[in-house]
């Protein structure tokens, strides 16, 4: 079955600088890749998603990368502000309504 | 914003007795899932729902677990008799379709004691 690593399970970065967290995949099947922004006691957000048939997705401050042939995609996000500060979860399917495979996760820590 | 409900959000229960998580999926969804997440592990992946049956299920979703969709609005879990492993987090989600993203809530967390 599909395997997915996520890195660095903890990231810290100072407001305004970038942060990038980067999941591999195993399952050259897969075809969809989101990413999920889990707030204390609030359901897991969808922030961007991709699908296979492009290399880059950008909404503002946040962009994904995919490498099909590497099978690895990163999310970036630029100018981060304390808000931002989550845990992002990465994630792999054969299609957005399929079982999702989630990497263990990223806890972001903006500082002021 | 539409979003999924779970209750409760926290649930203590002693091994042997049965469970029942609820969830409230957005409205016009028709596509149902439950994960779950034990402490310091991935989240994964137990059952996917539609159409009132089961469309998918992991090996973890044995026959301890069920599911169901009582009415137009809940889609429960079941676990029939909990044992301790069965501590997590536990994540309904819902999508419009086959085709688009799942809405996450915000989680029950069971401990089983």
């Known amino acids: 079955g599909e395997n997915v690593e996520q890195h660095p399970s903890t990231l810290s970065v100072q407001e305004g600088d970038s942060a990038v967290i980067k999941c591999t995949y195993s399952?050259?099947?897969?075809?969809?890749f989101p990413w999920y922004k889990q707030e204390l006691g609030k359901g897991s957000q969808l922030i961007i998603d991709?699908?296979?048939?492009?290399g880059e997705k950008k909404d503002q401050r946040i962009a994904v990368t995919l490498n099909k042939t590497a099978k690895h995609f990163s999310l970036h996000i630029t100018e981060t502000q304390p808000e931002d500060s989550a845990v992002y979860f990465c994630?792999?399917?054969?299609?957005?309504?399929?079982?999702?495979?989630f990497g263990g996760g990223t806890r972001l820590m903006v500082k002021p | 914003e539409p979003e999924v409900t779970q209750t409760p959000s926290h649930q203590v229960t002693q091994m042997g007795q049965e469970v029942i998580l609820r969830c409230v999926p957005i409205?016009?969804?028709?596509?149902f899932y439950w994960y779950r997440q034990i402490l310091g592990q991935k989240v994964e992946f137990l059952v996917s729902?539609?159409?009132?049956?089961?469309?998918?299920k992991s090996e973890i979703f044995d026959d301890q677990f069920s599911v169901e969709r009582p009415d137009g609005s809940n889609f429960t879990l079941k676990i029939r008799s909990t044992k301790l492993e069965d501590s997590a987090m536990y994540f309904c989600?819902?999508?419009?379709?086959?085709?688009?993203?799942?809405?996450f809530g915000q989680g029950t967390r069971l401990t089983v004691v």
């Open positions: 989600a819902s999508s419009g379709s086959a085709y688009t993203e799942a809405f």
């Open positions: 399952d050259s099947a897969s075809n969809y």
């Open positions: 991709i699908r296979s048939n492009v």
């Open positions: 994630a792999a399917s054969k299609g957005a309504g399929n079982m999702l495979t």
């Open positions: 409205s016009n969804h028709l596509y």
């Open positions: 729902f539609y159409n009132n049956e089961i469309s998918e």
